[in-house]
Nanobody, 124 residues
Framework: QVQLVESGGGLVQTGDSLRLSCAASGHTESNYVMGWFRQAPGKELELVGAITWSAGSTRYADSVKGRFTISRDKAKNTVDLQMNSLKPEDTAVYYC?????????????????WGQGTQVTVSS
């Protein structure tokens, strides 16, 4: 059973940076995708970014392109989300996710495993 544990959320101001980290355990295959979703109050889940474990291919939401970067560390089994130039509209609960396979799906139901979530709040 795969387990995902997020860390790094918090309260920041507009324009600040924040780095989220997700530690994964229990997976042994390389054909794997990990990523981050977010959900703001009253809104649907949104894929922020995803990365293939083997090749490191990435996908981002248009709203974060150029500001957020997703990366993985195979030695540590972690996936990080570096968030720069944060805006109040980035305020949400951020979830680390994972799925078997190599497709960088955009839909939340395509992801098999979810972390507990970490709150990111950006004040104006």
């Amino acid at each position: 059973q795969v387990q995902l544990v997020e860390s790094g959320g918090g309260l920041v101001q507009t324009g600040d940076s924040l780095r989220l980290s997700c530690a994964a355990s229990g997976h042994t295959e390389s054909n794997y995708v990990m990523g981050w979703f977010r959900q703001a109050p009253g809104k649907e889940l949104e894929l922020v970014g995803a990365i293939t474990w083997s090749a490191g291919s990435t996908r981002y939401a248009d709203s974060v392109k150029g500001r957020f970067t997703i990366s993985r560390d195979k030695a540590k089994n972690t996936v990080d989300l570096q968030m720069n130039s944060l805006k109040p509209e980035d305020t949400a609960v951020y979830y680390c996710v994972a799925r078997h396979g190599s497709i960088l799906h955009q839909l939340s139901h395509r992801y098999d495993y979810w972390g507990q979530g970490t709150q990111v709040t950006v004040s104006s």
